[in-house]
């Protein structure tokens, strides 16, 4: 790992320890990071450290981590105080509630904390840094860096700067984040979902829609997507994909399939099926497919095969 | 594998021995099928036999089929015309070029020499089988059966009627093809792209997107699809992922989520992005990243990976 933007000793602080917080102190943590945690919430922030330790002996079984789960759990502390958490930490991973006055009087707290080089990133999946970040002491020091739940297992995150975060912020994160193992993927600029949901946004419209108009089952559509389309999208992104299925990449591709694609999307300019006749449907097709009292038991064979699947692709050396 | 439904010894024939076809002949030797190959074009036929025994080599290496490749292979034969190939066949898999003339003109042949049992599948992604297959007297025997390239290693399979395909028919296949180990995705109206090239199509149309608009990449978008998105929807589709993301299930993520993916729905009504200097900019961008002259190998490396995910899937008892 290459931490070596961060003093050795230096800590990191997470703030906000519900799921995608203490995920993120799992991530930092392997990487050889101490880790200071703190939630608003003492039970929160006091249950992250049971949880972690389960969740680390679990990558252990699955040959994820190296050292004993206990020396990397060792290295995870809870904070009293925000003051306490942020003293001296080099990082801020900002995962508290995603509400925009919850989020910017976070930053208020910090503005009147901080020191003048921490950089502070922000699990928002959805609203951006603009809309609380802006116009302090800090902002030039604040950015997205948004995960996958959980981050110590899915390598992406999102780095989206808001529009006064400085391009040291940007650089010094990219640097911590490739340093811990994620892959970095740069927003240019603020749009609402960034990329990951964007995408994720435009395939379920799609699914909703062809459930709604009695096309095919909501099992039928999973099926074209874990047993089809998901098989390449699993280590090829989009534009990899269609680059090699056509003899002479992608500019061939977009030339042989262009019209269909375009005619697909012609057919699909109004702005949203979710109403909620369409959610019941839904739900009771997935209801009669997965009981609500499997939901829990099918939540641990999910991350089973993520930790699975991560396994797979160590093991390979992550060819890519 | 059950295959009952095909009489002990009673061929498959594969017509259109090009990847898709050839692929389709693997697919059903691997079960167990004798397999007649015809091509319009006998140098086309003739390199199938050859190709195949090359990817039946590199499947027995991955441990994806346990009888020895040569065996398979056996039951693999050319034959000389349409007429022969189709003699007492079970079943046609069509694979000829994707245009309806093409298409029109083969079941005009169909129809003159077809026995009055032969169910006839179409490997069209795209042209609806009314187009092409309607108001004959096999008519109701014609239904397209639409797989991912290659067939032997990516098990989905859409079946899509036309207006005139029988129940039994659509019944018929579905045996075969989950037979045969297939993934059966019923399509219950005929639209255009089916279900595959839909999903494909809403994921590509927002990724274009996102590069003409300047916000990301080819290479950051194709990150966020390999590295995050796309490692659920290998072993999930989409439904199943956002019912798992929410405490109370799909509906309750849909409650939660539903204002956020509307919004983005509403931002992209805009019929299709792919014009020129955007294809020109994406193809400048991936040569950048992926040469020309280093595509093969680079689609060698793919069927390696898809291999290699096909063997973890088939180790693990693809566990669903």
Known sequence: MNVSQVNPGQPVAVVGAGLVGAGWAIAFARAGLNVRIYDANPHTASAALPWAANQLAALHRHGLIDEAPEAVAARLTLADSLAQAIDGAAYVQESVLERVDVKRQLMLDLDALAGADVVIGSSSSGIKASDFANDLTISPRVLIAHPVNPPYLVPVVELVPSTQTSPETIAFTDRLMRGIGQSVVHVRKEIEGFVLNRLQAALLREAWALQRDGIASCEDIDKTVRDGLGWRWSFMGPFET????????????????????????????EDGPWDDALIARVERDRRAHLPADALAARRDWRDERLMAFAAARAKDGDKR
């Open 242 to 269: 269609i680059d090699l299925n056509a003899p002479g990449g992608v500019a061939d591709y977009a030339n042989r399939l262009g019209p269909l694609y375009h005619s697909i999307a012609r057919s699909r300019t």
